[in-house]
């Protein structure tokens, strides 16, 4: 069974840092890209970033660059998403998501169609 599964979230006054780690199980995560995404109450989901573990390219949205990092450990089969300078606008359930299609290369998207395995989410909570 394909599963990955999200931990790190908490409470966090602005201006500080978590780091999100998603453990992937049942598959090796050469060639699969992972995406990080997010849901705050009332809106609709959100890409954040997302890193293909074979060669380590990333990709992020506008919103998280330069303050959010993608990055992967394959030994430990797990991703992670280093934040920091948080925001209360950050505030939401963040999830992890893999690509519903093993790829050769990179193609960096946030769509979540192209994203088959989802993880149940940790909630982040920024306080201003």
């Known amino acids: 069974q394909w599963l990955v599964a999200e931990s790190g979230g908490g409470l966090v006054q602005s201006g500080g840092s978590l780091r999100l780690s998603c453990a992937a199980s049942?598959?090796?995560?050469?060639?699969?890209?992972i995406a990080w995404f997010r849901q705050a109450p009332g809106k609709e989901r959100e890409g954040v970033s997302c890193?293909?573990?074979?060669?380590?390219?990333?990709y992020y949205a506008d919103s998280v660059k330069g303050r959010f990092t993608v990055s992967t450990d394959n030994a430990k089969n797990t991703v992670y998403l280093q934040m920091n300078s948080l925001k209360p606008e950050d505030t939401a359930v963040y999830f992890c998501?893999?690509?519903?299609?093993?790829?050769?290369?990179?193609?960096?998207?946030?769509?979540?169609?192209?994203?088959?395995?989802w993880g149940q989410g940790t909630q982040v909570t920024v306080s201003s």
């Open positions: 890193i293909f573990s074979t060669d380590g390219s990333t």
């Open positions: 049942g598959f090796m995560l050469d060639y699969y890209t």
């Open positions: 998501a893999r690509s519903n299609l093993a790829m050769l290369g990179f193609t960096p998207t946030l769509d979540p169609r192209e994203y088959k395995y």
